[in-house]
C-alpha cells in the first residue's frame, strides 16, 4: 500500500518561510499525483498544489500562486513545499495526498478522488 508522511509544520511570523515534506512509499508505477491540501478551522478542505510524477507538471491553487513551490525528489521519495510570503490566513493543517489512478489535472483540488492520505502537519502563521 502507499504510504505517506508529511511533516514540516510549525510557527512562524508572517512574511516567514517554512518548507513541508511528504515523504512517500509503496508506488507500484511511475505514474501517480501528489497533492498538498489544507484544511483552516471550520474551512473546508481545499487543494494548495500538486505535481505529476510521469512529467513533473505542477499545478496551483490561485491563493498561493507565486509564493509556494511544489517539487519532488525522486530519490528520496519526497515531495515538498516550499511557502514563502506566508500570510496568516495560510494557518491550516496540512496533509499530502496521492492519486494512482490516472487522475486529470483539471480536477486535481477534489480531494475525493485521491486515493492515500498521510497524517496532517500544522502550520501556524502568527500577525
Known amino acids: 500500500d502507499v504510504q505517506l508522511q508529511a511533516s514540516g509544520g510549525g510557527l512562524v511570523q508572517a512574511g516567514g518561510s517554512l518548507r513541508l515534506s511528504c515523504a512517500a512509499s509503496?508506488?507500484?508505477?511511475?505514474?501517480?499525483?501528489i497533492a498538498w491540501f489544507r484544511q483552516a478551522p471550520g474551512k473546508e478542505r481545499e487543494g494548495v498544489s500538486c505535481i505529476n510524477s510521469s512529467d513533473g507538471s505542477t499545478r496551483y491553487a490561485d491563493s498561493v500562486k507565486g509564493r509556494f513551490t511544489i517539487s519532488s525528489d525522486n530519490a528520496k521519495n519526497t515531495v515538498y513545499l516550499q511557502m514563502n510570503s506566508l500570510k496568516p490566513e495560510d494557518t491550516a493543517v496540512y496533509y499530502c495526498a496521492a492519486d494512482t489512478g490516472n487522475l486529470s489535472p483539471l480536477i486535481w483540488q477534489y480531494s475525493e478522488l485521491y486515493d492515500y492520505w498521510g497524517q496532517g502537519t500544522l502550520v501556524t502563521v502568527s500577525s
Open positions: 509503496g508506488f507500484t508505477s511511475d505514474d501517480y499525483v
